[in-house]
């Protein structure tokens, strides 16, 4: 386990923010924390990062790497006068690094960052700067990597690209890393755990699969001739063009989607399920 | 070392470095323009009855009076513009968030506020460095040297020669309130963090102490060891008899008051969460 927190808490006067918080990451694992505006994830996040201090509870981190911990919060933060080429200069100088030219140009080539250009920061899209955030995190080799929110901002194309690199980083280069979204099929589909915060409590941990499908209350189902099909005449629907919003009930999605398959005039072309946030952030223990 | 060439290397970098250096040299111009087109009537004022008593020697509107001048500027708008520059140094840095992303990375809180009000001291030298350069060299260039006559409590008169060597000192002595007044300020950008509270309250920080200055107070304890009272030892310099003494003290404690408020300020960012 390269990170682990146990039973932290923080509270600001009277309000309690963290309530006897714990989580874990492991080497090359992609954990994800998900909850509602306010729920305590950034309060987390700076807690581990060492930016707030915790009023209990116990923060252990497996690592001999210099920097053990790697992140950004909210958005990135960049000196918006300098280029890319200087921010990591500065960010590495600051930590006593001293790299060569090359050493920076292959971190940004590994972000996806264009070495050639020296324009100030402040002109980048939000998508080349959490890249060059991401790439800052990287500095001086760090195990485990905390994202908070760095899907914020960008074009579909860019959260794409953002989990390509944190999948890369995690697979190929064994780095842990934890990160927080409100995208959650995007994350979904990106994490190995969830680790589920509301009120300052983790209400839910476990496989993301399994937390996403348990809070899945209805599905939207895109497909051909749904409107006549005989399965989901019995069923709770609501049609939509081309698309029909289905509240299975009882019966699994696995078996009305065999059914619906089953029938000649039907054809199913993708079943997105809509997860049911109240479902999902509610204190229940799968 | 390392943290301070870096914080060097990021006010080199911004545009507000320059924008203070034009400012210098802004108020250093237009007090020459003034003193060019007012100056000699100013002066004849006010040795109306002197001239018929005394001879002078030379132009008495010439460089060491010009520089002497820009020398009062150490009043208020010097000040004014390095609490200005040097409060933004942090400032800037919370509101761009970078002094979250700074302390994500393996440096501690003490050296990387250590480094900036090192790199504060380096920055106001070097101000006033450039300061006391391009004076000297634009005064002298456009207005020659010759006696110097300053208005204290009286009219007293230096020679051309001694009045360079009392200007160049009451420029290193008014460094040490220079650099007074740089520490307050990055200890108030410590305390507020955000940039406006903090220049409004440099500022009346400023005039507070600006006014504090002219009361009098029958204690000596009051004359030699409140802080408004220690910012003028460099205008001591212009007495007939240079009281080094006090001097000498009032230096001490204004360099202990910076010490001081400069420690609050580190002690306060060590504590402080970073949210």
């Known amino acids: ?286 | 070392m390392d943290l301070i060439r870096i914080e060097l290397f990021k006010i080199y970098r911004q545009r507000k470095t320059f924008y203070a250096i034009a400012a210098i040299f802004v108020l250093e111009a237009f007090i020459m323009v003034s003193a060019y087109f007012q100056g000699r009537e100013f002066l004849d004022i006010l040795l109306e009855n002197l001239r018929e008593s005394f001879e002078f020697r030379g132009d008495l509107l010439n460089g060491n009076l010009i520089i002497y001048l820009v020398l009062n500027s150490f009043w208020f708008h010097i000040p004014l513009i390095l609490m200005i520059v040097v409060s933004g140094f942090l400032t800037s840095e919370y509101k761009d968030r970078t002094v979250e992303a700074v302390l994500i990375q393996p440096v501690s809180k003490f050296r990387f506020i250590t480094a900036k009000y090192l790199s504060a001291l380096i920055f106001t030298l070097f101000i006033l460095g450039i300061l006391v350069i391009s004076t000297f060299v634009l005064a002298y260039t456009f207005f020659g040297t010759g006696d110097l006559v300053v208005f204290l409590d009286g009219l007293s008169f230096f020679e051309s020669r001694e009045a360079f060597t009392r200007l160049a000192y009451a420029f290193v002595i008014g460094s040490v309130t220079m650099i007074f007044y740089a520490v307050v300020s990055l200890t108030l950008a410590v305390l507020l963090q955000e940039a406006t509270i903090t220049w409004i309250l440099a500022a009346l920080f400023l005039i507070g102490t600006t006014l504090f200055l002219r009361l009098e107070f029958e204690s000596d304890l009051m004359e030699y060891y409140f802080f408004p009272k220690l910012t003028d030892s460099w205008q001591y310099l212009f007495y007939a008899e240079i009281p080094l003494g006090v001097i000498l003290k009032k230096n001490v404690a204004l360099l202990l008051y910076t010490v001081v408020i400069g420690w609050i300020g580190i002690r306060v960012f060590q504590k402080r969460d970073i949210s």
């Open chain 1, 1 to 286: 386990m390269i990170l682990s927190a146990v039973d932290i808490c923080k509270s600001y006067g009277s309000r309690k923010v963290l309530k006897e918080v714990s989580l874990s990451c492991r080497e090359g694992e992609i954990c994800g924390l998900i909850g509602p505006n306010g729920a305590g994830k950034s309060t987390l996040f700076r807690i581990l990062l060492g930016l707030v201090t915790k009023d209990s509870g116990t923060l252990r981190i497996s690592s001999q790497a210099p920097k053990p911990l790697g992140g950004i919060i909210e958005k990135p933060a960049l000196y918006g006068y300098l280029n890319a080429f200087e921010n990591l200069k500065v960010f590495s100088r600051i930590q006593g690094l001293s790299c060569s030219y090359e050493t920076y140009r292959n971190l940004m080539e590994q972000v996806g960052l264009s070495p050639e250009r020296e324009d100030p920061v402040r002109n980048y899209s939000m998508g080349m700067k959490q890249r060059l955030g991401l790439a800052i995190a990287l500095l001086n080799a760090p195990d485990c990597v905390i994202l908070d929110e760095p899907f914020s901002g960008l074009d579909p194309i860019g959260i794409r690209a953002l989990q390509e690199q944190v999948r890369h980083l995690a697979r190929e280069h064994g780095i842990g890393v934890l990160i927080s979204s409100h995208n959650l099929v995007e994350l979904g589909d990106l994490c190995d755990r969830f680790f589920v915060i509301n009120h300052g409590e983790i209400v839910k941990e476990g496989p993301a699969r399994e937390i996403l499908q348990a809070a899945a209350g209805r599905y939207l189902i895109y497909g051909h001739g749904l409107e006549d099909s005989a399965t989901l005449r019995l069923l709770q629907t609501e049609f939509r063009k081309g698309s029909v919003l289905l509240s299975p009930g009882e019966l699994p999605i696995e078996d009305i989607l065999k059914r619906l398959t089953g029938e000649t005039e039907v054809s199913v072309t993708a079943c997105i399920p809509q997860t049911n946030l109240s479902i999902l952030f509610d204190k229940e223990m799968i």
